[in-house]
């Protein structure tokens, strides 16, 4: 018992310095937080960009049909469009400001109500396949509105019935602020659990640690506990600060299954930040290690766009990467307050944490002895 | 006069000598610090490999003839990954995440096509984020009008008439990729110099420096070279890889070349000013990586910094890498990115270049070792 208690209370003693180390370098806080509030900063503020390119639209024809067709491009929301006389629209496009170009011709109404071939003009800056596939898109779905506009009269007979599999449609801007959670549990967990670790070499306090009587066992798990308060602490916060923007409102219970999710990445992370902290033993390379390595481990989890349309072999690598399942244990939380599929994330993420926990002891044992 | 210019040669060359030997003593965080951008360029890659396209099953109840031409024309439309499957291998391929959506061609599509009736096509989207599910709601509506354009031309007369400015389309990869030889210059610049010079100050041996006789410009231009010539590994090793592995090709070599190694400047002496000022590597190495990526793409690294928000066009037109992505990209496709020109961006680069080579040399003049 009084084994027990010793244990506990080296345990709390180095989990304490830990943290005053840790809060005493607000540095630490800028290393965690820059790159996920980079990539937020870009989600918010190119989120009315995405899927809508810069168009001007010349409307030649100012008979019935012409003008509907200007009003159907207006209204299709899939540009944003600049109503311009041909010289203007001209002027935007050599300033490189629109995409392209739209004239719906002087004789389209004529044209249509003749039932000959109408041309919609679409002259197209194809620098890059994005832009251009969207405009190449857009322009006939705008069409497509025009012949729907016409109702039973349209010669378009097939329509679209759709089905939605889940209850609600998510903006990407709420979408990305999921993966953004994970990629600060990752970057805080490995970054401070490495620094922390590397520290240790650097500034020869190791020594110290190995020379007084404490159990070895106790100092490493004191620092896997103080990284992954520090880091779980940082994600719960970043979660209540998305609850009160209206970003991320997970509903009653599934606060704790969102919670438990932070919690794991949070201790997997922290583990594999004292592996490599122990391993490296050396705050530089650990720091550009941990800050690309997580990104890599971000980018192939789907936290840049969605898993679902990368391809088959890209989504099989996915499946072996931990953060995928959490990334997905937070989505169908927060977002759909369901717990599809949660036992197999839980597992995947638990077992994850386990063997990075290892990771890091076996580092640090090994460090210690060397 | 003669014995000053050689007393300052000397200084700066031995400031350089030493700074690339610490530099290439730091093995794992050089490797590290000049493969970062190629990690990138293959991350990038891996994000738009399937990005615009999005994988649908096709369930064809009806293998009539038209319902074959309403097949190709959902292939033909900029927007799908199809594979034709049974209704229960669809509804599988759905829910495990592997597909987004399922298309049903009804059993009657032909004979209702035929007899001008109305036809439904069932489709089942999983609607995880809009921008995605709005691509798809998009495409259907696309398909059944080029289906009806090629079937029944002369019901479906409104068509769009494409006239490209380039002869040739560029693809996502190829675009992306040269914008990627400018984070690699930025990271490779920064990394270099801003750890240099923060690792003096860390060392103590700043002191040293600054104590001794030798002129602070001497110095700081001799850090700055050291930082300069290991910059270049990592922007040699990023143009050999866009060349052997992407298959991109400049058109102006001289351009990239000159544009490359004006933008490493830029970036040297920014690191060298974060170093001064933090006098930390933590910090340095922090803002280096923390900032260069999302920076990299706000910055119109996938396209006309015009064709954004202008909230993003505001931020991005302040810092030097989309003057220097604008550069690369006339430099390696014959693009114009902005309306300033080649002369004109360069001139920009230019201003930042000496802006940030003054600021890091009265960063220096005005430390003193008391720090």
Known sequence: ?370 | MLHNAASTLRVIWACMKKDVKTSFRERTFTIVGTLVPINILFLMILFVIGGGYAPTAVVMNDRGPYAQQFYQAMSGAHSFRLQQTSAQEAEALLRSGHIVAVVTVPTDFDARIRQNQPVEVGVQINNLNTDFTNDIRRAIPLSITSFYAKAFPHLVTVVPHEQDAYAQDTDYVPYLSVSILVLGIMLGGVLQSGLGTAREWESATMKELLLSPASRWSMIVGKMLGAFTVGMVSLIIVIAALILLIGVWPVHWGEVIGFGLLTLVIFVAWGTLLGTLFKNRTPVLALSFGTSIPLFILSGAFGPLSFTTPAIQFIAQLFPVAYAIALQQHAFHNFNLNTYGVGGNALVLVGYALALIILAAVALRRSTVAH
């Open chain 1, 1 to 370: 018992m009084a084994q027990l208690i010793n244990f506990l209370h080296i345990v709390w003693i180095v989990l304490k310095k830990d943290v005053r180390v840790w809060l005493r370098q607000p540095v630490n806080l800028a290393v965690i937080f820059i790159p996920a509030l980079g990539f937020l900063l870009i989600s918010a503020l190119g989120t009315e960009a995405v899927g809508r390119s810069p168009v001007a639209l010349v409307t030649l024809d100012q008979g019935s049909k012409g003008i509907q067709m200007q009003h159907i491009f207006h209204d299709a929301d899939v540009f944003r469009i600049t109503d311009a006389t041909q010289e203007q629209a001209r002027s935007l496009y050599n300033e490189i400001r629109v995409v392209a170009i739209i004239t719906i011709p002087a004789d389209f109404t004529q044209r249509v109500e003749a039932h000959q071939q109408s041309p919609i003009d679409v002259e197209v800056n194809n620098l890059n396949l994005d832009f251009t596939n969207d405009i190449r898109r857009a322009v006939p779905d705008a069409i497509t509105q025009f012949y729907q506009a016409q109702g039973s009269s349209s010669p378009v007979k097939v329509t679209m019935q759709e089905q939605n599999l889940r209850s609600r449609d998510i903006e990407l801007f709420e979408y990305s602020v999921l993966p953004t959670i994970v990629l600060l549990l990752t970057i805080g967990g490995v970054i401070n659990g490495g620094v922390a670790t590397s520290r240790e070499w650097e500034s020869r306090t190791i020594k110290e640690l190995l020379l007084s009587p404490t159990p070895r066992s106790a100092l490493i798990t004191g620092k896997v506990l103080a990284n992954f308060l520090i880091t779980f602490a940082l994600g719960v916060a970043v979660l209540l600060v998305g609850a009160l923007l209206g970003w991320t409102q997970p509903q009653g219970i599934y606060w704790l299954s969102a919670g438990l999710s932070i919690a794991l990445v949070a201790l997997m992370s922290s583990g594999l930040g004292v592996a490599l902290g122990a391993a490296l033993q050396r705050m530089q390379p650990v720091i550009a290690i941990a800050n690309s390595g997580s990104v890599y481990l971000f980018f192939l989890a789907g936290g840049i766009g969605v898993l679902a349309f990368a391809p088959d072999w890209l989504q099989n690598i996915a499946t072996f990467i931990p953060l995928t399942y959490g990334r997905h244990a937070l989505e169908i939380a927060v977002f759909y307050s369901s717990s599809d599929l949660l036992g197999r994330d839980l597992l995947v993420l638990t077992a994850s944490a386990l063997v990075a926990v290892a990771l890091g002891t076996l580092a640090m044992r090994r460090g210690i002895a060397s």
